[in-house]
């Protein structure tokens, strides 16, 4: 035998070590692969056109409480616009993007905004999301 060699002792080291490498490496990679996942799937669910003054024609809202003319502006929505039906209650503290309405997540580095109507007065905001607009 040669020296310091003791024989499936050090295969079994070996082994294992490489194992304490390898384990990270598919976490990492199975992270980085849902990552990717949860982003096609938010290029998907959300749109972004050019701002043109051509999407303001012809809305020109009234407030539904005062009737007064409304605001033209731009919202930013957090993490998107969450929403749930009054009869199901408010959305829960782990609510999650995956449940935002559509077009209301932007994740480009200047982020996109969404056309708004805004009542100072009465303090409503009317959001369009039907398109990102950036």
């Known amino acids: 035998m040669r020296a310091g060699y003791r024989g499936a002792a050090d295969l079994m080291d070996a082994?294992?070590?490489g194992v304490a490498v390898?384990?990270?490496?598919?976490?990492g990679v199975f992270?980085?692969?849902?990552?990717?996942?949860?982003?096609?799937?938010?290029a998907r669910r959300n749109r972004a056109v050019a701002d043109d003054a051509a999407l303001w024609t012809g809305r020109d809202y009234r407030c539904p409480r005062c009737a007064q003319p409304m605001q033209q502006g731009w919202v930013m929505l957090g993490k998107g616009a969450i929403w749930t039906d009054r009869g199901s209650g408010r959305p829960g503290l782990f609510?999650?993007?995956g449940s935002a309405l559509p077009n209301t997540i932007s994740l480009h580095l200047r982020p996109a905004a969404n056309m708004a109507w805004r009542c100072e007065a009465c303090q409503l905001l009317?959001?369009?999301h039907e398109k990102l607009v950036h």
């Open 15 to 17: 082994a294992s070590g």
């Open 31 to 42: 992270a980085v692969g849902l990552l990717l996942a949860g982003l096609v799937w938010v």
């Open 126 to 128: 009317l959001v369009d």
């Open 22 to 27: 390898l384990v990270p490496l598919i976490i």
């Open 95 to 97: 609510a999650h993007i």
